[in-house]
């Protein structure tokens, strides 16, 4: 019984936070082996956040491994954008 509850609570938190992060025009987020995450935006730039929910800087052309074992190169580096759609309502424009 608890673990269905633990699992009902991590499903609505996961929902919330990719709600909350499509309003700022990301298409997709992927998990990377490291734990941290990237999102790429509408028009295909990227952006990372840490393992530790902190957005990160990452070199343009980098290469990244998800957990499912492909290879992706990074493009750009939009920590600006994240922030916003990470943070909406933190002020700024």
Known sequence: ML??????????LMASSAMAVD????????????????????DG???MEDKFGRVAR??????????DGQKIVMNGDE???LKRALH????GR
Not at 58 to 67: F, I, Y
Not at 88 to 91: M, S
């Open 3 to 12: 673990t269905k509850i633990l699992s009902a609570v991590a499903f609505a």
């Open 88 to 91: 909406p309502n933190r002020g």
């Open 23 to 42: 309003q700022g025009g990301v298409e997709q987020s992927i998990l990377l082996t490291d734990g941290s995450t990237v999102y790429i935006f509408e």
């Open 58 to 67: 990452m070199q343009e052309g980098h290469v990244m491994e998800t957990r």
């Open 79 to 81: 920590i600006w954008r």
């Open 45 to 47: 730039k990227m952006a």
